[in-house]
């Protein structure tokens, strides 16, 4: 059993930058690909980005490519999305995914083993 707790979301201006953490309880979390989702007011939720359990492959959808980075500490047992150069189309919640050895383009919504309970983005412009 894997929890996870995002921490980072709020209100920030258009051009403006924000990290968002997500720490996972349990065990193993170095044996998980973990990710981010967003689902925006009446919309699916979609996928942003994903890193494997080393660290060393990453994907990320086209929409945010350049501007957002996700990292992972596994000694502290936590996954960051650094976003910037944020836009009113990235408002959302924010949801942290987990899925053990998992390569980073099986990272669907579908197929996720533990989600957090998400934290807001709100960009203005």
């Known amino acids: 059993q894997v929890q996870l707790a995002e921490s980072g979301g709020g209100l920030v201006q258009a051009g403006g930058s924000l990290r968002l953490s997500c720490s996972a309880s349990?065990?193993?979390?170095?044996?998980?690909?973990m990710g981010w989702f967003r689902q925006a007011p009446g919309k699916e939720r979609e996928f942003v980005a994903a890193?494997?359990?080393?660290?060393?492959?990453?994907r990320y959808v086209d929409s945010v490519k350049g501007r957002f980075t996700i990292s992972r500490d596994n000694a502290k047992d936590t996954v960051y999305l650094q976003m910037n150069s944020l836009i009113p189309e990235d408002t959302a919640v924010y949801y942290c995914?987990?899925?053990?050895?998992?390569?980073?383009?099986?990272?669907?919504?579908?197929?996720?083993?533990?989600w957090g309970k998400g934290t807001l983005v709100t960009v203005s412009s």
């Open positions: 890193i494997n359990w080393t660290g060393g492959s990453t």
């Open positions: 995914a987990a899925r053990r050895y998992a390569t980073t383009q099986s990272m669907g919504a579908g197929a996720i083993d533990y």
């Open positions: 349990g065990r193993s979390f170095s044996s998980y690909t």
